[in-house]
Nanobody
Framework: QVQLVESGGGFVQPGGSLRLSCAAT????????MAWYRQVPGKRRDLVAT???????TYAASVKGRFTISRDNIKGTVTLQMNSLKPEDTGIYYC?????????WGQGTQVTVSA
């Protein structure tokens, strides 16, 4: 099991950028994949981007070309660089870490994109 703490959310105008960070503590050596999810009120939590061990990152179609996920396996961190933000990117962003027998979530960080 790992503990996850996110940071970096906030308010930004359309076209702006934000950088989300997530730091894992605990058994980070057992993490296989780290990811970012987004949830808006009344809807399910959807995958935004993920980077499993030994694989290239994958992205939701809606963010491809605008968002970049990067991971440091040694430090147990994952970041999400979000550029060209749109109002529909608004939501609570959750960090996720998964291993063979566990899946843990951070507390979430709010991102609001509005004029």
């Amino acid at each position: 099991q790992v503990q996850l703490v996110e940071s970096g959310g906030g308010f930004v105008q359309p076209g702006g950028s934000l950088r989300l960070s997530c730091a894992a503590t605990g058994r980070i050596d057992r993490i296989w994949a780290m990811a970012w999810y987004r949830q808006v009120p009344g809807k399910r939590r959807d995958l935004v981007a993920t980077v499993p061990d030994g694989h290239q990152p994958t992205y939701a179609a809606s963010v491809k070309g605008r968002f970049t996920i990067s991971r440091d396996n040694i430090k147990g961190t994952v970041t999400l660089q979000m550029n060209s933000l749109k109002p529909e990117d608004t939501g609570i962003y959750y960090c996720n870490a998964a291993g063979l027998d566990f899946e843990n979530w951070g507390q979430g960080t709010q991102v609001t994109v509005s004029a």
